[in-house]
């Protein structure tokens, strides 16, 4: 201890900044506790990975039963089991991510209450974890595209961004769900029923754009997935099939203000989680 | 003097109760709001709660206090305040260094997971990097003695095993404060005493401990100096030996001369009063010279059939010598309603120097009718063991008269 480094505890008053340093300082803890999620979810399932292949395959496999051929939504030419796949995907992150999260400080609860270390960690890591089955299904996707006669194009390439572009609001609502699960037990009743829901009102299993009237496009919009799921669809499948940018720039912006108001919400409160988890 | 490595000033923690802001729903809060807009809204009354008002003191480097106190006078709630775990309500805590908690072993094990992933696991949320985990990860593993089975999942450790694993991990911690809650609590006694070795280890090595536990024994071998805490304020800040005597005294002035806390049975026969004579002063004894123990006690009638059972434990909590009255024989076999029994242990009794602890009991027909746990602690001073004028040289668990002699 060559220059003291003095801590104050002492109650907090008023706004909490985030500490990007404290929070940089515990990265490896982040990245320890997200591999610790996935290395149990595969451990503890009978089927491990294969889950992460079946459960987009099988989505795809009933969407385009239903929605392809029965119901015969327009699809642009574009095979259908490939125009669900690539919306499935980013929109598969953010449901798994908002489930996940959402419960992840009262999972931890007998930790938070034994150590301390930034409590924005654990939604995090949750959120984090989900990538690698983003990643397979990506695989998958690739995989399928050659079978259904779709060049690989250059634009493939921005797929990482647009994935950037469905983690935010990812993010946005993992931190704030997981803060208000820790006061309010009934947020895990509500999460089921918003990523069931949000999977029909995302355009995951149809074109919007077929739909809808063009002065409802940038409202649509407020939906934050609906510019990631129009990005993966365009990066895979063609210009025909290009964002609507407006629209696009209007969700990541609402996902980035979320965000940060999900941040200030959460420094709020916790310093409670210990004593109310 | 140099600067307090923690300086605790004035700090309080007020905790809530009853007015079902824990865990409620958000339904509650709507339907709240809607009586609040049509006026009805009657708030019940929060009850408020301090766990602890007004603490205040200082740590200086190096120190090992040990923190005593009867359940529920704050011990736990300062170290999770000092632990950074909970917010204090008032007050500030100035630390000037890195602080570890230990307040569980094995936070955040995973029983998933194997030996090998949660040593890395639990080893980054104590706080370490994962170059610090690999440097000691054989240390640890060694320690624990669990390499067979590294790549096992540990739900299917046996339990000793789990403990081992994870105090090794916390024991393998190198922060400058290391705060310690009643860990030592689990584990058989050979853990125990391991546990307690590698506390005593860390201290020698010049770190600040701070230490709660209810073992007084364990508490006055680590420690020099304590704080006492009664009902969420310092009672006492001072030299260990001190604060365990007057922490016992004032246990012993409640009522039946025991406080209730620590005693259990149905009260046919009361221990009324226990003391150690034989040394320099009240409760201590000395090897080379007899001790008496001496006991009170009151029954509810006479005639009764009792066996009075003391067991003296080490600082590790390890029981080292029974005494009963029926094994050992002298007493008639019904007791008067009131009496005072002194046991003589004569001058050769084997006990090392340090601190004991007395657990005390009445049986009634093999059934406990009075239990003390923790009834009284003495000293054993160093005496003249052998007689020859030396002191016993080094450190044993017990003393055995022996001859020497030279045959060629």
């Known amino acids: ?277 | 003097m140099s600067t307090p490595i923690i300086s605790i000033n004035g700090v309080g923690k007020r905790f809530i109760l009853g007015d079902g802001n824990e865990h409620d729903t958000l339904r509650d809060h709507l339907t709240a709001g809607i009586r609040k807009l049509f006026g009805g809204a009657k708030k019940k009354a929060a009850e408020e709660y301090w766990a602890l008002r007004d603490v205040s003191f200082d740590v200086n480097e190096g120190e090992v206090v040990g923190i005593i106190g009867h359940n529920g006078a704050g011990k736990s709630t300062l170290l999770k305040i000092l632990s950074q775990i909970s917010e204090p309500t008032e007050g500030e805590i100035r630390v000037r260094g890195r602080i570890a908690s230990l307040l569980e072993v094995g936070t955040g094990f995973h029983p998933e997971l194997s030996g090998r992933e949660n040593i890395y696991l639990n080893g980054a949320i104590l706080g370490m990097t994962r170059a610090e985990i690999r440097s000691k990860f054989d240390e640890i593993v060694a320690f624990a003695e669990v390499e067979k089975f590294l790549d096992t999942p540990v739900k299917r450790y046996s339990s000793g095993m789990y403990v081992r694993l994870a105090f090794a991990v916390a024991a393998h911690l190198e922060p400058e404060i290391l705060v310690v809650d009643e860990v030592l609590a689990v584990g058989d006694a050979a853990f125990q005493n391991r546990c307690l070795g590698k506390l005593d280890a860390v201290a020698r090595a010049g770190r600040t401990v701070l230490f709660v536990s209810h073992n007084l024994a364990a508490l006055s071998t680590l420690c020099r100096t304590g704080l006492w805490l009664h009902k969420g304020a310092v009672r006492q800040r001072g030299e260990i030996g001190e604060l365990i005597d007057g922490y016992l005294a004032s246990a012993a002035s409640g009522g039946n001369g025991f406080s209730a806390q620590q005693r259990t049975g149905s009260g046919q026969v009361r221990i009324t009063n226990l003391r150690v004579e034989g040394g320099s002063a009240p409760d201590t004894a000395a090897f080379g010279r007899p001790c008496r123990i001496v006991l009170e006690y009151e029954a509810e009638r006479a005639g009764l059939p009792v066996r009075f059972l003391i067991g003296v434990y080490d600082w590790a909590q390890q029981r080292v010598m029974a005494l009963d009255n029926v094994s050992a024989g002298g007493l008639p076999e019904m007791l008067p309603k009131h009496g005072v029994l002194t046991i003589e242990i004569p001058a050769d009794f084997s006990l090392t120097s340090g601190r004991y602890s007395l657990n005390v009991a009445a049986e009634l027909h093999g059934e406990n009718v009075d239990f003390i746990k923790s009834a009284l602690a003495f000293n054993v001073d160093e005496g003249d063991f052998f007689g020859t004028g030396r002191m016993p040289y080094g450190k044993a668990a017990v003393l055995v008269k022996h001859t020497w002699r030279l045959e060629s």
């Not at chain 1, 051929?69 to 953010?94: C, D, H, M, S, V």
């Not at chain 1, 995090?124 to 595209?145: H, K, N, R, Y």
């Open chain 1, 1 to 277: 201890m060559n220059k003291p480094n003095e801590r104050i505890l002492r109650p907090t008053r008023g706004l909490v900044s985030v500490n990007l340093a404290e929070l940089w300082r515990f990265r490896e803890l982040l990245g320890l506790l997200a591999w610790r999620d996935v290395l149990v979810r595969y451990k503890q399932t009978y089927l491990g990975v294969a889950w992460a292949v079946l459960q987009p395959v099988l989505t795809v496999v009933v969407f385009s039963v239903l929605f392809g051929r029965l119901a015969k939504f327009e699809n642009w030419g574009a095979p259908y089991p490939i125009l669900t796949l690539a919306a499935l995907l980013p929109w598969q992150f953010f449901a798994n991510a908002l489930t996940e999260s959402s419960s992840s400080l009262v999972a931890s609860a007998r930790i938070i209450s034994k150590v301390y270390f930034p409590r924005l960690i654990i939604p995090v890591s949750a959120v984090l974890s989900g990538t690698l089955d983003a990643l397979i299904a990506t695989g998958i996707l690739l995989v399928l595209m050659p079978f259904y006669g779709i060049a690989f194009r250059p634009e493939l390439l921005l797929l990482p961004l647009f994935f950037l572009a469905a983690f935010l609001p990812a993010l946005a609502a993992g931190v704030w769900f997981s803060a208000l699960n820790v006061k309010y037990r009934d947020v895990r009743y509500v999460v089921p029923f918003l990523t069931r829901l949000g999977m029909y009102v995302a355009p995951v299993a149809f074109l919007w754009q077929t739909m809808l009237p063009e002065k409802w496009r940038l409202l649509y919009h407020l939906n934050p997935l609906v510019g990631p799921i129009d990005g993966f669809r365009w990066c895979v499948l063609g210009d025909k099939f290009m964002p609507y940018w407006p629209g696009f720039w209007l969700g990541v912006g609402l996902s980035f203000l979320t965000l940060i108001f999900g941040l200030i919400y959460f420094r709020q409160v916790e310093k409670t989680f210990a004593d109310i988890v």
